[in-house]
């Protein structure tokens, strides 16, 4: 992959950090319980409250992804594959650039035939 390529990949994948930490600082998950609120209230507050959560946790996978993307980067490494050491398409990381596999691995993996390191 040259250079300029990786360069801006490395300024997208800085961007999309900085949006999900803003994100991630910004979710408050407590709950308001000085009043007693009724049934209805509390399992509208709580279903809020796991899908926060939930959205939460994708970002927070996300942002190990895109540092440890970061990392190959800064390694050298970045650009193949993790498992068969190929090179990734560039489509796919212009798509996904903190894909850590080719479409062939990942296709193992999503089949339960690859372990995740």
Do not use: H
Not at 25 to 45: C, F, H, I, M, W
Not at 63 to 78: C, M, Y
């Amino acid at each position: 992959m040259s250079e300029l390529k990786t360069k801006q990949i490395k300024e997208r994948l800085l961007a999309e950090r900085d949006i999900l930490v803003t994100k991630l600082k910004g979710n408050d998950l407590s709950v308001d319980d000085s009043e007693t609120p009724d049934p209805v209230d509390l399992a509208v507050r709580n279903y809020s409250k796991n899908v926060m959560l939930a959205v939460s946790e994708n970002e927070s996978r996300q942002l190990i992804l895109i540092n440890e993307a970061l990392e190959r980067i800064g390694d050298k490494e970045f650009g193949n594959c993790q498992n068969c050491e190929k090179a990734i398409n560039p489509k796919r990381l212009a798509a996904v650039p903190w894909a850590r596999y080719c479409l062939n691995c990942q296709e193992l993996l999503e089949q339960g035939l690859l372990d995740e390191d």
